[in-house]
């Protein structure tokens, strides 16, 4: 097979992460590597700024911006949450053949997937040589055929932290608090909250996952029966959870159902979940410090939370890919595999259709059998993602003085 020459392409779509950008660099860097390449674009705002003509030429960024720009979090070409149906790859596709774009990279999540599949099809049915590869990219952590995703090392690690710092605070004064997670269909980034626990009564004391049916009257006995063991009780909770219906909590709760620009259901962006969970917990059990929190966009791109093994191996899916495509001519998206039992990571190109538009859930081996908590199997699986230098807590540890009044 000749050497396929032209320019390379490179977008973003879906929510940003604090390592996306990593990605982004890592093709933009391995492109110049190779002679058949006559220049990188990147599209700003993703699958959008392809349709717009709206192109950057990356080949005369310097090196060291670029490195800058791979250490920042959230989208640097910037993103979209459009979704490409047939007629919308096709116009993008008639842009690429305009601009002679001859390999397309686009990172992102389950409908990026999709739509590189799609641009990849009418390609062939045009007999257009060009090699399409999909990056991995979620904080969900929810794509087929990989062990992890790119950006949820990261996001994990922030929610993990997160919930360190509020268990102490729940500890302070004592109370009930409900934090509430992003991930629709996948618990993941919800169960990352229990791998910073230190002590025995750390919590958070019950993690609630899509995974597993919700039950109101199960929640306030699980609640109650916490709180009356520690004197408090710290819930993570997954913006998706559902009961055994598959109705949506938020819709159940609120006795209505408002839905986004996708027509999904939606869930945890105006905090309503949480408010809603804290209002049972007071009237189900008669307390009255009920605290909740919706983590919403925080998880994505907190400055100062990166992992950094999160983050070098988004720059490793980038380059793969671009060797993938200059090396082996070949169209796919990029799969990150733990073949080490300790800790080890090595990539391959699966077919775009085992991934596209599919959902990976948590494995039953990584939620415990009440269905409210993690095992130590996710611990084992979740702790390296997060990255070296994981802050912890610690007591004070000073006997208690006798009494003298109090006896």
């Known amino acids: ?30 492109a110049r590597k190779f002679s058949q390449v006559t220049s990188i674009y990147g599209a700003v705002h ?42 919308y790859c096709a116009r993008m596709f008639k842009v690429m053949q ?15 997937s999709d739509t590189v599949r799609i641009v990849n099809e009418q390609a062939k049915a045009a007999d257009y040589e060009l090699r399409a590869i999909h990056i991995p990219k979620t904080i969900d952590n929810d794509l087929m055929e990989n062990d992890h995703c790119p950006g949820y090392g990261s996001a994990a690690r922030y929610v993990a932290q997160a919930f360190m710092g509020v268990n102490l605070d729940n500890r302070a004064l004592k109370g009930v608090y409900i934090g509430v997670v992003m991930g629709r269909h996948a618990g993941f980034l919800t169960a990352a ?8 009564d750390d919590g958070p004391h ?7 049916a919700f039950d109101t009257d199960k929640f306030l006995a699980d609640v109650d029966r916490t709180f009356s063991k ?28 408002e839905r986004d620009a996708h027509g999904n259901v939606q869930l945890s962006g105006t905090g309503a979940l949480g408010d809603l969970l804290s209002d049972t917990v007071k009237k189900g059990l008669g307390l009255k410090r009920v605290r909740s929190d919706t983590f919403g966009y925080l998880q994505r791109s907190f400055i100062g939370c990166r992992s950094d093994r999160d983050a070098r191996e988004a720059r490793e899916v980038g380059e793969k890919a671009v060797q993938f495509a200059m090396w082996d001519n070949v169209d796919g998206s990029v799969a990150i595999r733990r073949p080490v039992l300790d800790y080890g990571v090595d990539y391959e190109l699966v077919p775009l259709e085992n991934v596209a538009g ?29 990255g070296s230098g994981l802050a912890e807590p610690h007591r004070i540890r000073a006997p208690r003085v006798p009494k003298i009044l109090h006896r």
């Open 1 to 30: 097979m000749s050497r396929l020459e032209g320019k390379v392409l490179v977008a973003q779509g879906g929510g940003p992460t604090h390592v996306i950008n990593q990605s982004v660099v890592g093709v933009a860097l391995e």
């Open 46 to 87: 993703g699958v959008r700024g392809i349709i717009d003509e709206e192109f950057v030429d990356l080949t005369r960024e310097t090196t060291h911006n670029l490195e800058q720009v791979a250490d920042t979090p959230s989208s640097g070409l910037l993103s979209t949450r459009d979704k490409p149906n047939e007629e």
């Open 98 to 112: 305009a601009h002679d774009i001859r390999y397309f990279f686009y990172v992102g999540g389950n409908d990026s």
């Open 193 to 200: 909250s229990a791998v910073a626990r230190k002590y025995t």
């Open 206 to 212: 019950l993690v609630y996952l899509p995974e597993r």
């Open 230 to 257: 520690y004197g408090i009780c710290t819930i993570a909770v997954s913006e998706g959870i559902s009961d055994k219906d598959h109705v949506p909590m938020i819709t159940k709760l609120m006795g209505v159902e």
């Open 358 to 386: 599919k959902t990976r859930h948590m494995p039953d081996e990584f939620i415990n059998a009440e269905g409210n908590g993690v095992t130590q199997a996710f611990h084992a699986y979740c702790r390296p993602l997060l």
